[in-house]
């Protein structure tokens, strides 16, 4: 029987197709391939292209599941960050597979926390303050990652299996923790009516911010004295005593220069261009300061994973002790935070082990 997995992002789509041999119960592996979302008009159509080029003695797929980016309730779902609708009943038709099952893309990424091994994470902070092996995974947790977007599932242990829990937690309102970001929130509030964690804690959201350094000359959140001890900034500028109004001006020599893409800013960033050296200690700060807040909704005593496309390509950024400070600043509620471990899985191929385990679990279900 054949078993079709997806993991589809707003940038990408990583499609796999294995065989599983009922009489032995062999598992062989049919192909693996990536695709760039923006050369296809559909995810029909990556699917098709992936099922053509492999060489299969039957063309019929048993049971295919797709991790998507977006809310999924029903069997006909609009994706964020791509322009597609996507049906099963008629990528069942089109692609000859018997059943088709979607779930949200973080859904996918926290089924497929089950099937790492401790080589492929990396702890960012240990409450126990010492090294220990994170598996196996027993109890409740939390996955988090930006990429294209942001997003947030929390985990359901009940002393059997995992049941993640599909939610939209990336577009909870940006809540600033300094005068920095809330100036940013301000400037942000002249382009959009809703600001969400996604506009600043994204590939978009990272660009967000080194056009925002451009245009102000602010300080990043935090800064460290000669003894390593962090404090918050403040702006000191007589145009913005007031920062509940909007009255700072921006540099006027920066309104016309050409923006840099994500990557770009992190490669300017590790060549110390001081702008992007900013935007890059924002976003680890904004980052800490989510996953934080996220931790006090959700009892996660088995910690806290990012996933999504960006921690694992900026390790040496993550690690650095803004994102541990947003992360521990929680007031009365920082105990509660400190005892949450927090992870970064470098394994890019998360969401479709995850969208493959959900696939053959409804099979299994289904007694396939």
């Known amino acids: 029987m054949l078993f079709l997995a997806g993991d589809i992002g707003g940038t990408k789509a990583l499609l796999q197709l294995i065989e599983i041999q009922p009489e032995t119960s062999t598992t062989l592996h049919r192909g693996q391939q990536r695709y760039l979302c923006q050369e296809f008009d559909s995810l029909e159509s990556i699917i098709q292209t992936f099922l053509s080029s492999l060489n299969l003695s039957s063309n019929i797929i048993e049971s295919a599941c797709f991790g998507l980016p977006g809310p999924v309730d029903g069997r006909v779902v609009q994706l964020t960050n791509l322009p597609w609708e996507v049906d099963a009943d008629q990528i069942e038709q089109l692609c000859s597979i018997r059943n088709v099952s979607f779930i949200n893309d973080f859904h996918a990424a926290a089924l497929g926390v089950q099937a790492l091994t401790s080589e492929q994470v990396l702890t960012l902070y240990d ?79 990272l660009e967000t911010l080194y056009r925002f350094f451009q245009l102000y000359d602010c300080p990043v959140t935090y800064s460290a004295d000669d003894s390593q001890n962090f404090k918050k900034n403040r702006i000191k500028s007589t145009q913005n005593d007031q920062l509940g109004l909007f009255i700072a001006e921006p540099r006027l020599d920066a309104l016309n220069v050409q923006p840099l893409s994500a990557a770009e800013i992190f490669g300017a960033a590790e060549r110390n261009e001081p702008i992007a050296v900013k935007a890059m200690t924002e976003f680890v700060t904004i980052y800490g300061a989510f996953v934080g ?45 400190a005892s949450r471990p927090v992870y970064l899985i470098n394994d890019d191929l998360l969401g479709l082990r995850g969208a493959m385990q959900h696939n053959l679990r409804f099979s299994k279900s289904n007694g396939a």
């Open 127 to 205: 409450p126990s303050l010492y090294e220990k092996e994170p598996f196996p995974v027993a109890g409740h947790y939390l996955v988090i990652g930006a990429g294209t977007g942001l997003g947030v599932s929390p985990v359901f242990f009940d002393g059997t299996e995992v049941n993640p829990i599909a939610s939209e937690g990336g577009h909870f309102d940006f809540a600033p923790i300094s005068e920095t970001q809330q100036l940013l929130l301000n400037w942000l509030w002249q382009e959009y009516e809703h600001v969400s964690y996604e506009r600043v804690l994204s590939g978009p959201g």
């Open 293 to 337: 807040a996220a931790a006090l909704l959700w009892s996660a005593p088995q910690g806290v994973y990012l996933a999504g496309g960006i921690a694992a390509k900026i390790i040496n950024w993550m690690n650095k002790p803004y994102f541990h400070k947003a992360y521990l600043e929680k007031g009365r509620m920082s105990k509660i935070v």
